[in-house]
C-alpha cells in the first residue's frame, strides 16, 4: 500500500459575505488556531452577487476556497470550483445542478432531509423536495449545524446541548444514509459533511450570546483527504487537488472535536495485490478490505447499506468474497454518553 497524505479540512462556512458573523480573514486565523489545513466558504447565493474568488488563496497555512450554497427555502446546494456565480431564483434545482456541472463545477444536496430547531426557529428546515434530481456528485451526508440544532426543543436542551455539544452531536441520520447507500448500489455518489459554522449571536429576551462560535465548530465535522501528494503551494494546483478528491470521494467524514480522526484508512488489496483506496470503483475480484483507526472505536463494514461485521479494537481485515459497495463507520465510546458517531468513510465500489 502506497503511503497517503492526509489533509483536514472544514467545508461550508458563512462568512459576512451572507449570513455569517466573521470576515475570510479571522475564519481563516481561526482555522489556523485549530491545525487546518484547508477551509471552504459556502455562503448563501442570495446575500452575495460575487464568488470573492479574490479572497482565495493561502492565510498562513490555511488554504481558503471560495464557493457557493446555491437555494433558498428549499433544495440548498453546495457548489464547488465555479468560475462564475450561479443564482438560484426561479429556477428548480434541476437547472442548477446543470448549470454547475456545465462551468465543470461540482455539487453536493445540503441537509436533504434536516429538521430543523423545534424551540426557536419553529422547526424551519431547508429541506430537498425534489429528490428525483440527476447529475450532482454527490451528497453532504453530515451537517454539523442541522444536526446540533435539531434536538433543541427548549432552553434547558440549548444549554445542555451547548454543554455538551461534541459529547451528544448525531451521527448522519438513517434517512440520509439510507437515501445515500440506495444511489451508490446504482453509481458512485460521493459523501461528505460540513459544519455550516455561522458563528452567528443569538437573542432570547435580554440573553445575547454566540452559541457556536468559528472556533469551536470548524472543527466539528470535517473531511479528511487522502493523497499520493503534499498538499500544493500554488493555488491553481491546490485547488485542482481539493476538488478533484471531491469529485472521486478520495476522503471520509470526522467528528474531529469528539476524537481527532487523523490516521483513520480503509482500504482493499484484491488478491493480484492492486490496491484500492476510498471513492474508487473497479470491477470485482476477491481480495480483503482493511481499516485502521487511530484510536480503540467500534468499526463497522457495511456492504450495500448493510451492516454485516462489527470490530472493536484499532484494525481489522475481512475476507471479500462478492461484489458489493462496502464502506466503514467508526464510533467511539464516550463516558456516559455511549458509542458516538465518529467516522464515515466514503465506500469502495467492487462491482
Ligand atoms: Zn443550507
Ligand atoms: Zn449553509
Redesign the pocket.
Known amino acids: 500500500m502506497i503511503e497517503l497524505i492526509e489533509y483536514t479540512g472544514n467545508l461550508h462556512i458563512h462568512s459576512r459575505y451572507s449570513d455569517g458573523a466573521g470576515t475570510v480573514p479571522e475564519i481563516a486565523s481561526a482555522a489556523h488556531n485549530l491545525g487546518l489545513d484547508f477551509i471552504i466558504f459556502n455562503d448563501h447565493d442570495h446575500m452575495t452577487h460575487d464568488l470573492h474568488l479574490g479572497e482565495e488563496g493561502y492565510y498562513g497555512d490555511v488554504l481558503v476556497l471560495m464557493d457557493v450554497?446555491i437555494?433558498k427555502r428549499y433544495h440548498?446546494y453546495l457548489a464547488y470550483d465555479l468560475k462564475e456565480m450561479v443564482k438560484s431564483p426561479n429556477s428548480g434545482p434541476q437547472e442548477v445542478i446543470d448549470r454547475v456541472n456545465e462551468q465543470g463545477g461540482i455539487g453536493f444536496l445540503?441537509?436533504p432531509f434536516e429538521k430543523g430547531m423545534p424551540f426557536y426557529d419553529k422547526s424551519i428546515a431547508?429541506t430537498w423536495n425534489d429528490l428525483s434530481v440527476t447529475g450532482f456528485t454527490g451528497i453532504c451526508i453530515w451537517n454539523f449545524s442541522s444536526r446540533w440544532k435539531e434536538r433543541v426543543r427548549s432552553p434547558f436542551h440549548a444549554l445542555f446541548f451547548l454543554l455538551f455539544k461534541s459529547r451528544t452531536l448525531k451521527g448522519p441520520s438513517k434517512k440520509t444514509l439510507s437515501f445515500w447507500d440506495d444511489l451508490c448500489r446504482k453509481k458512485k455518489v460521493v459523501a461528505m459533511g460540513g459544519s455550516?459554522a455561522h458563528g452567528a449571536g443569538f437573542k432570547w429576551g435580554p440573553l445575547r450570546l454566540i452559541p457556536l462560535k468559528y472556533d469551536y465548530t470548524l472543527n466539528s465535522v470535517n473531511v479528511h483527504i487522502l493523497s499520493e501528494k503534499r498538499l500544493p503551494k500554488d493555488l491553481a494546483e491546490a485547488k485542482t487537488e481539493i476538488y478533484g478528491a471531491l469529485k472521486e470521494g478520495r476522503l471520509f467524514i470526522a467528528h474531529d472535536n469528539l476524537a481527532p480522526a487523523k490516521g483513520f484508512r480503509f482500504h482493499y488489496v484484491s488478491d493480484d495485490g492492486s490496491s484500492l483506496i476510498m471513492g474508487s470503483e473497479k470491477p470485482f475480484q476477491p481480495g480483503t478490505l482493511h481499516m485502521e483507526t487511530p484510536l480503540k472505536s467500534e468499526m463497522r463494514l457495511l456492504k450495500n447499506g448493510a451492516v454485516i461485521k462489527k470490530w472493536r479494537g484499532q484494525k481489522a481485515s475481512c475476507r471479500v468474497k462478492d461484489k458489493g459497495v462496502y464502506r466503514v463507520e467508526v464510533y467511539y465510546y464516550m463516558f456516559p454518553f455511549g458509542w458516538r458517531a465518529w467516522i464515515f468513510s466514503n465506500p469502495i465500489y467492487l462491482r
Open positions: 450554497e437555494g440548498h445540503a441537509h431547508y455550516d
